[in-house]
């Protein structure tokens, strides 16, 4: 059975010699760009549509497509930027769709990250801003849920995305740090180190993707939606997870 993608570039006319053409310009949050620099590869091969990616905290690429910047997509780290856009009439009608759930994790490099640990933590801990960063918020949240604030008053470095934040830790120049599960997937950090926050602990992490108004290739974006959408196994092995309305499909 063909994919959604496969049969929207059939019907757009953009598989074969015209898709060498177009470009798409994509604004993807910091914790899905490992990820996607996978996905977009494959896309690629087999679309003939290239595809140039822009990464950073969802905040900051949120307030540059406002301010005019030029890109097709934008996959953000929450649902709340995608809303912000869409009622500001800057997407195109019914592209508003989310293609993961985010998952918080507590690494402790020195240590074997458990609940117990996170429970008595009093070191430099390392989080995102929230005022840019989903995971940020998420990660204010838990320490709010656990009442860690005077145990780590002034021992909080911020990131200006969770990318950020793991590169703190990453470097050694703090031991712990609230981050995305998928980057630590990604650098094959071993289970021990950390674990995953109850979802329940912090706001949604659900992540969602829109395609603006200003593409001049909106078939070959929502060509590339669709391929994102079906990479299930990809999404669930690279610590996300699904939304129901995706696991349906």
Request: glycine share 8%.
């Amino acid at each position: 059975m063909k994919r959604l993608w496969q049969i929207c570039l059939v019907i757009c006319g953009l598989a074969g010699g015209p898709a060498m053409a177009t470009e798409l310009k994509v604004a993807v949050a910091a914790n899905f760009h490992p990820l996607f620099e996978q996905i977009a590869e494959g896309f690629e091969r087999d679309s003939g549509i290239r595809v140039r990616v822009s990464s950073g905290a969802s905040g900051a690429l949120f307030t540059q497509i406002v301010h005019g910047a030029p890109f097709d997509l934008f996959l953000s780290a929450d649902r709340d930027r995608p809303q912000r856009l869409e009622q500001l009439d800057l997407i195109l009608p019914d592209s508003r769709v989310t293609y993961a759930v985010g998952v918080l994790a507590f690494w402790c490099r020195n240590a074997p990250a458990t609940e117990l640990e996170l429970r008595q933590w009093h070191s430099r801990l390392a989080i995102a801003n929230a005022r840019t960063a989903p995971y940020g918020a998420a990660a204010e949240a838990v320490i709010e849920r656990l009442a860690l604030g005077p145990a780590l008053q002034g021992k909080l470095l911020r990131g200006n995305s969770v990318v950020q934040a793991f590169q703190y830790v990453d470097s050694g120049n703090v031991n712990g740090g609230l981050v995305a599960l998928s980057l630590l997937k990604a650098r094959g950090v071993d289970a021990s180190q950390y674990w995953p926050v109850p979802p329940q602990w912090h706001g949604s992490l659900e992540q969602q993707a829109v395609i603006l108004k200003r593409t001049a290739h909106p078939q070959a974006a929502r060509a590339l939606l669709d391929y994102l959408l079906q990479q299930h196994a990809l999404l669930t092995r690279s610590g996300y997870s699904l939304a129901p309305s995706l696991a349906q499909l």
